[in-house]
């Protein structure tokens, strides 16, 4: 299925029982030099020191997050590439690690040939996406509010609102006017399309940003 030399693929997941899954399905093609890791402190270090071609990615690991692990590999590899493979299959979480520079997400209910045909893909220079990771992609989104991007002031005003603190009291922390304040308070509510300040923090809230 994989032309040329053996490629070096590194499996990052914490379940032992998925990570001796994967690898006996991969060491069928021989194409592969297979490396397991149950951390992703763990391939990130190995990565200064070897060339890895792939890396299948688990989202939730014990020592963080994979879409904190996937920015970090490709800013110190941009070459490798880094499929995310997980149970998360909500649509932001799929966003946001393609976002950190992921080459594709696939879930792990994924059949064995599902999962190698989307490392060929990816291989190929494809977006390399699951069947059902692409029916999530596709679902509208009439009750989703695309994740705004916040200025490092928004983000103090933001957590400020979350704790309760009135316009006078972030004025006087952040040392800007009042006005300024209730200027931001619009522009956050009009960023979210939140319709007061109760939806608002319920919306970052639940986006993980605060």
């Known amino acids: 299925m994989f032309n040329k030399n053996t490629l070096n693929l590194a499996i990052v997941d914490d379940h032992p029982m998925i990570l001796e899954g994967l690898k006996s399905l991969l060491q069928q093609e021989k194409k592969f030099q297979i490396f397991s890791f149950t951390k992703g402190a763990a391939i990130v270090d190995f990565i200064q020191e070897n060339k890895v071609d792939i890396v299948l990615l688990d989202i939730i690991l014990s020592d963080g997050s994979g879409l904190d692990f996937c920015k970090i590999i490709k800013q110190s590899s941009p070459h490798t590439i880094v499929l995310g493979i997980s149970n998360q299959a909500e649509r ?15 879930l792990k209910n994924a059949d064995s040939e599902e999962i190698l045909a989307c490392i060929g893909k990816a291989l190929h220079g494809d977006l390399a996406l699951s069947k059902e990771v692409q029916q999530i992609m596709l679902r509208p989104t009439k009750n989703t509010v695309e994740i705004p991007r916040l200025t490092k002031r928004e983000q103090q ?9 009135t316009s006078v009291v972030i004025a006087e922390n952040l040392f800007i006017s009042i006005i300024t304040v209730e200027t931001h308070r619009r522009n956050l509510l009009k960023k979210f399309q939140a319709k007061n300040m109760i939806e608002l923090v319920k919306i970052a809230t639940e986006n993980k940003l605060i």
């Open 157 to 165: 005003l933001l957590q400020a609102i979350a704790n309760g603190h």
């Open 92 to 106: 932001s979480i799929i966003f946001r690690f393609l976002e950190n520079g992921g080459n594709g997400y696939i």
